[in-house]
């Protein structure tokens, strides 16, 4: 793959360190799209509702920019500099200056969290189109598996543009060509339709929702359609074990529902990161258990 451009050659820390301090700021804006768009999805469904019963529903302006940044305890207006990434909650030492309602520990973790997955991106490709490319699908992975594991739901608002822009940025082969792309977007729709309907046929249950179909999509289409058994089977390990420590822990119960979003999301991390060394060795262990 050409690389247009390669920022800081040469200068690995200056890289990571920028790259460290610009993903604070993003994870501060992914706080919002987290909290904000389910609630958002929600107020348009209610505005349609009414819209079809022909009744009349007003409710104030609520988006991503609107209302801005306040406490919800006290409703006091938080300040520029009381919203600074990582350091405001320190500072505050996870407090409303106002009120002292305790501030949610996700906030500076998602910031965090944001910062040093994209550093690894951009440790692993460089601060070139290939890290970039795969800090922006670092950060719908981020807001797609906090919502589901909230909501249980995977908006189409993230996943259509995430599947997209995998076509996109494939068609000059950054990760894989745009054939396999192709391939892995169609194959990963299809793969989970098919467990879903095949397992309500013998069930009558549903086991997972159309969102996880659009989401293997969409990753199948940043990694390719080579790559989908590997995805799957990494998803489906880490849902298993995560799975059997929380109901160990007595944090999850057996016919509880479970998100399966953030284990898609994770198993996506890996497959982009270490794609073909995971498939090597995966097709090895196949081929040598027979």
Same mark, same amino acid.
């Given at each position: 793959?050409?690389?247009?451009?390669?920022?800081?050659?040469?200068?690995?820390?200056?890289?990571?360190?920028?790259?460290?301090?610009?993903?604070?700021?993003?994870?501060?804006?992914?706080?919002?799209?987290?909290?904000?768009?389910?609630?958002?999805?929600?107020?348009?469904?209610?505005?349609?509702?009414?819209?079809?019963?022909?009744?009349?529903?007003?409710?104030?302006?609520?988006?991503?920019?609107?209302?801005?940044?306040?406490?919800?305890?006290?409703?006091?207006?938080?300040?520029?500099?009381?919203?600074?990434?990582?350091?405001?909650?320190?500072?505050?030492?996870?407090?409303?200056?106002?009120?002292?309602?305790?501030?949610?520990?996700?906030?500076?973790?998602?910031?965090?969290?944001?910062?040093?997955?994209?550093?690894?991106?951009?440790?692993?490709?460089?601060?070139?189109?290939?890290?970039?490319?795969?800090?922006?699908?670092?950060?719908?992975?981020?807001?797609?598996?906090?919502?589901?594991?909230?909501?249980?739901?995977?908006?189409?608002?993230?996943?259509?543009?995430?599947?997209?822009?995998?076509?996109?940025?494939?068609?000059?082969?950054?990760?894989?060509?745009?054939? !396999? =792309?192709?391939? $892995? /977007?169609?194959? #990963?729709?299809?793969? @989970?339709?098919?467990?879903?309907?095949?397992?309500?046929? &013998?069930?009558?249950?549903?086991?997972?929702?159309?969102?996880?179909?659009?989401? !293997? =999509?969409?990753? $199948? /289409?940043?990694? #390719?359609?080579?790559? @989908?058994?590997?995805?799957?089977?990494?998803?489906?390990? &880490?849902?298993?074990?995560?799975?059997?420590?929380?109901?160990?822990?007595?944090?999850?119960?057996?016919?509880?529902?479970?998100?399966?979003?953030?284990? @898609?999301?994770?198993?996506?991390?890996?497959?982009?990161?270490?794609?073909?060394?995971?498939?090597?060795?995966?097709?090895?262990?196949?081929?040598?258990?027979?």
């Amino acid at each position: 793959m050409y690389l247009y451009f390669d920022l800081f050659q040469g200068h690995p820390m200056l890289a990571l360190a920028l790259t460290f301090i610009v993903s604070l700021c993003i994870g501060s804006f992914l706080n919002v799209v987290i909290h904000r768009l389910p609630r958002m999805m929600e107020h348009e469904w209610q505005q349609q509702l009414a819209d079809a019963q022909e009744q009349s529903f007003e409710q104030p302006a609520y988006n991503l920019s609107v209302p801005g940044s306040h406490c919800p305890g006290c409703d006091y207006k938080i300040r520029w500099y009381e919203n600074i990434p990582l350091l405001s909650y320190l500072f505050l030492r996870g407090r409303c200056s106002q009120c002292k309602t305790s501030i949610s520990l996700r906030y500076p973790l998602v910031e965090l969290s944001t910062a040093l997955i994209c550093s690894a991106g951009i440790w692993h490709y460089g601060l070139n189109e290939i890290g970039i490319a795969f800090a922006l699908f670092s950060c719908f992975l981020i807001c797609l598996t906090l919502i589901d594991y909230d909501h249980q739901l995977l908006p189409d608002t993230l996943t259509l543009p995430l599947l997209w822009l995998g076509l996109l940025v494939n068609s000059y082969s950054v990760f894989t060509t745009l054939h !396999l =792309a192709v391939f $892995g /977007a169609a194959g #990963g729709y299809m793969i @989970l339709w098919s467990i879903y309907h095949l397992f309500r046929l &013998i069930t009558g249950k549903e086991g997972m929702g159309y969102g996880d179909f659009k989401l !293997l =999509a969409a990753l $199948g /289409a940043w990694v #390719g359609g080579d790559k @989908l058994p590997v995805l799957i089977f990494i998803s489906a390990f &880490i849902a298993s074990v995560l799975g059997i420590l929380m109901m160990a822990l007595g944090r999850h119960n057996r016919g509880q529902p479970m998100p399966f979003g953030p284990f @898609l999301a994770m198993a996506g991390w890996i497959a982009l990161l270490w794609g073909d060394d995971v498939t090597q060795a995966y097709y090895q262990l196949l081929m040598g258990s027979y």
